[in-house]
C-alpha cells in the first residue's frame, strides 16, 4: 500500500475537464514536500508533467496544471484529448521512509 | 543530450541475485547535483522507487526492499548497478534507471528516464 493515494481511475469525454487526486499524510505531502507528476502513456516511459506541485515542465500544454494543499495534491486536465489517455502517477517524498514515493496511480480514459 | 540505458539479465531463477546496470550517455555521474535511482514497475502495476545514490558514495533505499538491495557506481565507465539478492517471483518487474534533479528549490524529481528493461525470475 502506498503512502500515496490516487484513485485507480477516472474518466471524462473529450473537451470535459477531470482532477486526479493524491492523498498524502504528515509525513509527506503534510510536512511541506514537494509532489511532481509522471504521465505514462501506454507501452512507454513514465514522463514528468509537473514539478514542485505546479510547474510544467517546458513543453507540457497550459492544458494540464497541479495544486497542493495540506495533506493533498491535484492535477487537473481541461480540454482533454484523446491523446491524454494513460497512467499518472504523484511522486514526493516521505520522512518516515527515508525515501521517496509514488501514489498508486491513475488510469485516464477519454470517453 | 544525456540518456541512460539498463541492461543485464533477462531471466534470473528465484533465490539468485539480480544484477543491473544503467549506462549513463552524453553527461558525467561524477559531475554533481543529481542523484542517480533505480525503480521498477510490475506488470500492469504502479512504480516502486528502489534506492539510490549519490556520487559522494551515500546511498538509500526503500525499506521494504533494503535489506536485498545494493546500489553502486562505477565512474570509470559511468555506470551505476543494482544488486537485488534472493529474488522470488514478485520480483519480476520492467527495471528503470532514472536521474533526478532539483530546480528552484523544488524538491528532487526524475527528470531523465532509462527505456527500461524487463527482468523475470523463474525457474
Known amino acids: 500500500q502506498s503512502a500515496l493515494t490516487q484513485p485507480p481511475s477516472v474518466s471524462g469525454a473529450p473537451g470535459q475537464r477531470v482532477t486526479i487526486s493524491c492523498t498524502g499524510s504528515s509525513s509527506n505531502i503534510g510536512a511541506g514536500y514537494d509532489v511532481h507528476w509522471y504521465q505514462q502513456l501506454p507501452g512507454t516511459v513514465p514522463k514528468l508533467l509537473i514539478y514542485?506541485?505546479?510547474n510544467r515542465l517546458s513543453g507540457v500544454p497550459d492544458r494540464f496544471s497541479g495544486s497542493k494543499s495540506g495533506t493533498s495534491a491535484s492535477l487537473a486536465i481541461t480540454g482533454l484529448q484523446a491523446e491524454d489517455e494513460a497512467d499518472y502517477y504523484c511522486?514526493?517524498?516521505?520522512?518516515?521512509?527515508?525515501?521517496?514515493?509514488f501514489g498508486g496511480g491513475t488510469k485516464l480514459t477519454v470517453l | 543530450q544525456v540518456q541512460l540505458q539498463e541492461s543485464g539479465p533477462g531471466l534470473v531463477k528465484p533465490s539468485q541475485t539480480l544484477s543491473l546496470t544503467c549506462t549513463v550517455s552524453g553527461g558525467s555521474i561524477s559531475s554533481g547535483g543529481y542523484y542517480w535511482s533505480w525503480i521498477r514497475q510490475p506488470a500492469g502495476k504502479g512504480l516502486e522507487w528502489i534506492g539510490r545514490m549519490y556520487i559522494s558514495g551515500s546511498t538509500n533505499y526503500n525499506p521494504s526492499l533494503k535489506s536485498r538491495v545494493t546500489i553502486s557506481e562505477d565512474t570509470s565507465k559511468n555506470q551505476f548497478s543494482l544488486k537485488l539478492s534472493s529474488v522470488i517471483a514478485a520480483d519480476t518487474a520492467v527495471y528503470y534507471c532514472?536521474?533526478?534533479?532539483?530546480?528552484?528549490?523544488?524538491?528532487?524529481?526524475?527528470?531523465?528516464w532509462g527505456r527500461g528493461t524487463l527482468v523475470t525470475v523463474s525457474s
Open positions: 514542485g506541485n505546479s
Open positions: 511522486q514526493s517524498y516521505d520522512s518516515s521512509l527515508s525515501g521517496w514515493v
Open positions: 532514472a536521474r533526478s534533479q532539483r530546480r528552484g528549490g523544488y524538491d528532487w524529481y526524475f527528470d531523465l
